[in-house]
């Protein structure tokens, strides 16, 4: 039997490409037995037992950039996770550990790389943190998601760049069916908010005061998150704007289907999502995200003309109307940008990561296959 664990969490972006990896290798390979390692504080406790895998857990902690006082037990904290991440993997013996970020991972891709086992690590942002530099050393395969990022890696022999996986359903949408389903008009141009799954409520303010400033034959579709949707979907009916306002949108597939411009964070799956769907956006990275990654990942995107940034620092509810109404309004610019951002797209990074998996496993069995054919064979009369 296969034995495959993922270590990764905290946030939904190091969470779901562990899960889209997970499920595509368990529909290719139905018996094999997948373990994920989190922590209870993060994410992961809640996203991935109802996805049927097993979860364990380990205590550990990162960094953090706000508080210097708990800076002092991160010591404690890693020596803790590293001792309990060598009972997992004494316990489980995966044949192959993925690894997909957040402080997390770190001990397990850690201690596996010294004892030999399989390596892979995932990395989804344009600029790799300093625990996926520093790891890259002891995994067989780093894989990236923009090419971009290899300039911060010294040796590139185990390098690759496939893209972040995504679920296969996202670019499956069809705009008639799409509009229809958040009863909007079909004629009209469609501008799709949201600020991650729990909202932004930066954005959703600004966007608020955006709204008078908005060409009346635009339309909106508008993932508050659940704090802020009491108020906006009050506020929205004194606006002329037609607004469709949803706390949280289950059906991603279909709101991109519908949309002709996203605006939105520009966290690594949020971008893997907008390129795959070829949807040209507006990005307002979140200025506090750890080493300021979700600039970097906007400013790729913008260098490549599939979208254009607005630092949080510089937001208005005055140069974010601006911006809507100019580039909805220039049809050729919002074709070329849907193009370029089509072309950054990687639908199939999912499919690409698994059979990169896949050789790794193939090194482990031959290996093994190798051992056993080395051993004396007992003769029986």
């Known amino acids: 039997m296969i034995k495959v664990m993922f270590a990764g969490g905290k946030t939904g972006g190091h969470i779901f ?16 037995r997948i373990t994920f390692v989190g922590t209870k504080e993060g994410m992961e406790s809640k996203i991935i037992p109802p996805q049927g895998f097993e979860l364990l857990y380990i205590q550990t902690r990162g960094l953090s950039r706000r508080s210097s006082l708990s800076n002092l037990l991160v010591g404690f904290y890693l020596l803790r996770g590293l001792s309990q991440a060598y009972g997992i993997l004494s316990r489980k013996r995966p044949d192959l550990v993925v690894g997909t970020g957040g402080y997390v991972s770190f001990p397990i891709v850690f201690l596996a790389g010294l004892k030999g086992i399989p390596v892979m690590i995932q990395e989804q942002n344009s600029y790799p943190g300093i625990s996926t530099r520093f790891l890259a050393h002891f995994a067989d395969k780093v894989c990236l998601a923009y090419a971009d990022s290899t300039k911060y890696f010294r040796s590139l022999q185990k390098i690759e760049v496939i893209g972040n996986p995504i679920r296969k359903d996202l670019v499956s949408g069809e705009r008639k069916q799409a509009i ?10 469609t501008i799709f908010i949201f600020g991650g799954s729990q909202g932004a409520h930066g954005i959703n303010q600004v966007m608020l005061r955006c709204l008078d400033l908005l060409r009346p034959d635009w339309q909106i579709i508008w993932q508050t998150g659940e704090r802020d949707f009491g108020e906006i979907s009050r506020k929205v009916k004194e606006k002329k704007v037609t607004t469709t306002v949803l706390p949280f949108i289950e059906d991603m597939g279909s709101a991109y289907a519908a949309s002709d411009l996203v605006v939105a964070r520009s966290g690594a799956l949020t971008l893997a999502e907008i390129t795959a769907c070829g949807k040209p956006s507006i990005l307002i990275p979140f200025s506090f995200a750890t080493a300021d990654h979700q600039r970097y990942n906007a400013e790729t995107l913008q260098k490549q003309g599939a979208a254009k940034v607005i630092l949080e620092k510089d937001l208005t509810a005055e140069l974010l109307a601006h911006e809507i109404n100019h580039l909805l309004s220039d049809e050729n610019r919002l074709r070329n940008m849907a193009e370029k951002s089509k072309n950054m797209g990687r639908p199939e990074a999912t499919s690409l990561l698994v059979d990169e998996m896949q050789r790794l496993l193939k090194g482990v069995r031959k290996l093994a296959c190798a051992k056993e054919a080395s051993l004396p064979h007992s003769s029986h009369p």
């Open 17 to 32: 490409p562990a899960i889209a990896m997970a499920k595509e290798f368990k529909r290719r390979f139905p018996q094999s």
């Open 180 to 189: 229809k389903l958040f009863g909007l008009d079909e004629s009209k141009k």
